[in-house]
């Protein structure tokens, strides 16, 4: 198949996050909703069967992808025994840093859906004036059962850990799994309401329609008619998102704080890109020789750069992290947090990136953090970033392993299957620690991140890696009866090495995944970092004939792919490496138990790429999650393989019902096995270090493809999946308190009650006009989503 997608490209032109955890509920929703989500559900089932009972699964299966189960698991984020560790500085330096943090992470709000804020400012009311118990009696008061009143109390966790009613793995609308009058009834009489009855039911009909609503395009994110984003108004689509981005490339701007809006003026197409900054002023201010606001005309456009976007949280970001400044360990840390202030002050990624760079020269920091417009999986488009900013505490004994694996980086980068000339030019030895989370505001918690995203950086000043420690030894806690698609034998040994493996596989994926490989670039002065004459692409055996030109970026140029295919590299380079016995031993694996984790790490890899069917959305043929993207991609190629190394088969389940079975032959993981993710990631690379952006989408978007139709029925197993899937967990995070001249933490209850009180709790000083901030900010902007 590959060489079949290689022939497609010449052919055809072609256009320019953790795995779930938790056995989800695949019975009937508590209730039937009258809206859009059963009546647009049933063309689609009806194409696939005929009886009524066939019909009613098949709504089942729709239904609760957009319902969290009342059983999903919620876990605390344990860092009590790390905080209590830290100095009285230092827990002073990480308090004002999660302030800071904290309130950033609410941008996330608004930049997910039209109603997320709106909805958040609904809960924030009624929880703050009564906590989830003491609104428990109000609750059966008001008609609604236990069921229905856990289903509320999950609602709103989810909302808030999602930050969002869009779920940040996947990125589909979920829905309070109780009837909306029900709802009704609760909200008027809580005491919130009592208290401020005109302005809570401004508030409840602001968002009621939108909160319950799953008409089809608000099912997922997505850009014009394939979902939602408000990162893009309303009326964008995606040739303004590509003329937007050649325009940012002509005046050196990034888009990653950016959003894009859309008006006619008189028949013309007028954009205006919106910088997130705490300033609103368009003219040059202090600190800068000249402004980057103002109209121009470009390709016939109007564009207009302003200031402005989430200004009110922006100017909390920036007086917490100046706060922070008066608690810095070096200088290092002085400068960056002073450029991270510039930067959400002004709206200058600039500063961001310098403010980075003295984060990378930050060696070793006892509280380590991040902060700022990072991520771009959630951008349709696949270059604006979502907010997010972590605080954590250094474990040391952790850290000692990955140290190792850094120092032994300089002889693992030669292993990888691309000629020197591919790799960068010095391997910059980054920082790689494990963390305790103290706090990750933002959308969601990942495993592992490699950082900063700005490929110049990362090509000639370095990175640092982080594994979340904490993080991973609750995420992965997984039981027997509810491990799917496995075969019984494997799954006591899946159960003791799924940990262990995944440690070296996100070692491995950020720091010689993430961290390898070169980008072929020629500068806005002419300069090439490569010699053109001499260079040979290895796929061709010719010289190579593309590159990255001026401004040009791994974002800009293969954007809505751009995430998940270098997710998909990464990834290939973990199971590539986690081959090698040094990895292993430096980890702590000899022997049997380091073919164990070999194994183990192989077989949740393919298992993984099962599982991202649930992430597929048919009815537009897209895909919602990069990561699981990714390992689809991986399926299909060691599916490819042949020679019985992936078996992959439908069977009857125990319950009677559909199910799948994924094998792997552990005695061909080393030659069958090694050799398609050789050929694969070289290919990978070589398209992304060439910027061969028509190769690169036509190789990836060939194994992204599900379809019925193939040696494996993935659409009819997607079905299967979505019968059987799995719910990510929730974690539960403290907050942190000064009391006099100490910093107190705050830990909660790992429950669906335990996360709503620490949001309420987290943002008691200021509540009300954080609240009415949020509502303005709303308003400001509803009328770019018609």
Not at 163 to 186: E, H, R, V, W
Not at 630 to 645: D, K, P, Q, T, Y
Not at 740 to 768: K, N
Request: charge should be negative; include cysteine; glycine fraction near 8%.
């Amino acid at each position: 198949m590959m060489l079949r997608c290689l022939r497609l490209w010449k052919r055809t032109p072609t256009r320019m996050g953790f795995e779930p955890t938790r056995a989800e509920h695949n019975g009937l929703a508590v209730h039937r909703l009258n809206h859009s989500a059963t009546s647009s559900s049933i063309p689609y089932a009806r194409q696939f069967c005929s009886s009524p009972s066939v019909l009613n699964l098949r709504l089942k299966m729709v239904d609760s992808q957009f319902y969290l189960p009342n059983d999903i698991g919620v876990c605390a984020l344990d860092c009590g025994e790390a905080f209590r560790l830290l100095s009285p500085h230092e827990k002073m330096y990480a308090h004002y840093l999660s302030r800071a943090a904290w309130y950033g992470g609410l941008a996330v709000l608004l930049q997910t859906s039209i109603e997320s804020a709106d909805i958040f400012v609904l809960l924030q009311r009624i929880f703050r004036k009564q906590t989830p118990a003491e609104l428990e009696q109000v609750a059966t008061a008001a008609g609604l059962s236990s069921e229905e009143y856990q289903a509320l109390l999950v609602y709103a966790a989810g909302l808030y850990a999602n930050m969002g009613n869009y779920k940040s793995f996947g990125d589909t609308k979920f829905i309070p799994n109780l009837p909306k009058d029900k709802l009704q009834a609760l909200v008027k009489a809580s005491q919130a309401f009592k208290d401020q009855p005109t302005e809570m039911e401004a508030l409840w009909d602001s968002c009621s329609c939108l909160l319950y609503s799953l008409e089809d395009r608000q099912k997922q994110l997505g850009l014009g008619d394939k979902g939602i984003t408000t990162y893009f108004s309303g009326n964008c689509c995606l040739e303004d998102a590509e003329l937007a981005q050649k325009f940012l490339d002509s005046k050196k701007l990034s888009a990653y704080n950016t959003r894009l809006f859309k008006r006619d003026n008189g028949g013309k197409a007028c954009y205006e890109v919106r910088l997130a900054s705490a300033v609103q002023k368009d003219c040059a201010v202090e600190g800068e020789s000249e402004s980057c606001c103002g109209s121009f005309n470009f390709e016939d456009k109007e564009f207009t750069v302003k200031r402005g976007d989430y200004a009110p949280l922006m100017e909390k970001v920036s007086y917490y992290l100046q706060k922070a400044q008066a608690y810095v360990a070096n200088e290092n840390q002085r400068k960056m947090l002073k450029e991270y202030t510039r930067s959400f002050t002004l709206g200058s990624v600039e500063a961001h990136k310098e403010g980075s760079r003295y984060w990378i020269k930050d060696k070793g920091p006892i509280v380590e953090s991040y902060i700022g417009f990072i991520e771009s999986y959630r951008d349709p488009f696949g270059s604006r970033g979502e907010f997010e900013g972590f605080i954590a505490v250094v474990n040391k004994a952790m850290s000692e392993r990955f140290t190792k694996l850094v120092d032994s980086a300089e002889v693992l980068l030669p292993e990888l299957p691309w000629p020197k000339e591919f790799e960068k030019d010095t391997f910059l030895k980054p920082d790689f620690t494990s963390l305790d989370v103290l706090t990750f505001a933002g959308s969601g918690i990942p495993a592992g991140i490699n950082i900063p995203n700005y490929y110049d950086i990362r090509q000639t000043e370095g990175f640092k890696n982080v594994s979340l420690g904490n993080v991973l030894s609750v995420a992965y806690a997984t039981e027997k009866e509810k491990l799917t698609f496995l075969e019984e034998e494997d799954k006591d040994l899946f159960i003791k090495w799924k940990g262990p493996s995944f440690e070296v596989q996100v070692g491995l994926h950020e720091l010689l995944g993430h961290g390898s490989g070169k980008l072929l670039v020629q500068d806005d002065k002419g300069k090439f970092n490569f010699d053109k004459t001499k260079v040979i692409n290895p796929e061709t055996g010719e010289p190579v004939s593309s590159w990255y030109r001026g401004n040009e970026t791994w974002d800009s140029k293969f954007s809505t792919i751009a995430s998940s295919y270098e997710e998909c590299r990464a990834e290939c380079v973990g199971l590539y490496l986690c081959l090698n016995k040094q990895v292993l031993s430096i980890f702590g694996h000899e022997g049997q138990d380091a073919e164990d984790v070999v194994y183990v790490n192989w077989l949740s890899m393919v298992r993984a790429g099962l599982l991202g069917l649930e992430f597929y959305t048919t009815e537009s043929k897209s895909w919602r999650q990069a990561h699981m993207q990714a390992r689809f991609v991986i399926l299909r190629v060691l599916l490819e393989a042949g020679e019985g190394l992936v078996g992959l088969e439908e069977v009857a389940g125990q319950d009677g019902k559909t199910d799948a079975r994924i094998t792997l032959d552990r005695s061909k993981i080393h030659t069958v096995g090694k050799d398609a993710i050789h050929r694969f990631l070289r290919k990978l690379q070589i398209l992304k270090a060439t910027a061969d952006v028509e190769g690169g989408r036509a190789l990836y978007d060939c194994y992204s493809t599900v379809s019925d139709s193939g040696a494996h029925n993935f659409l009819r197993l997607r079905e299967t999946v979505l019968l059987r899937k799995e719910a990510r967990k929730m974690f539960v995070q403290a907050n942190t308190r000064v009391n006099g001249d100490s910093v107190e933490l705050v830990e909660y209850e790992g429950s669906a009650a335990g996360l709503i009180r620490s949001f309420t709790e987290r943002f008691q000083d200021d509540s009300e006009q954080l609240e009415a901030d949020l509502l303005d900010l709303c308003k400001r902007d509803a009328p770019c989503w018609c």
